[in-house]
């Protein structure tokens, strides 16, 4: 059975930090294509960024030099972590898992392509 545990959400100021992580099971993890999504109220869901097998890391817009993703594979983790927040990264972050029988590759998909999610921890960023 699949699992994908998402823990470090929370309330900050905006300028704060905080930190995610999403443990992964039930898979092969280092092969995965692994990413974090967001969702605030009336939005759709939106990719913040990914990591794939090789360690290939791509970040939307709005959050890149703010926002790290990194993959612990000894550990099945996946981490990240949000530097100076803003009141617009308010939303729902959900951990996605891409996993195939090769080594998956590109980390930036349409949400339907990734076939394993978290249930989503909230992040709520004030000004």
């Known amino acids: 059975q699949v699992q994908l545990v998402e823990s470090g959400g929370g309330s900050v100021q905006a300028g704060g930090s905080l930190r995610l992580s999403c443990v992964g099971s039930?898979?092969?993890?280092?092969?995965?294509?692994m990413a974090w999504y967001r969702q605030a109220p009336g939005k759709e869901r939106e990719e913040v960024g990914g990591?794939?097998?090789?360690?290939?890391?791509l970040y939307t817009a709005s959050v890149k030099g703010r926002f790290t993703i990194s993959r612990d594979n000894a550990k099945n983790t996946l981490t990240l972590q949000m530097n100076n927040l803003i009141p617009e990264d308010s939303a729902t972050y959900y951990c996605?898992?891409?996993?195939?029988?090769?080594?998956?590759?590109?980390?930036?998909?349409?949400?339907?392509?990734?076939?394993?999610w978290g249930q989503g921890t909230q992040v709520t960023v004030s000004s």
């Open positions: 039930g898979y092969n993890y280092s092969r995965a294509c």
């Open positions: 990591i794939d097998s090789s360690g290939t890391r």
């Open positions: 996605a898992a891409l996993s195939v029988r090769s080594l998956c590759y590109n980390p930036i998909r349409p949400p339907n392509e990734y076939n394993y």
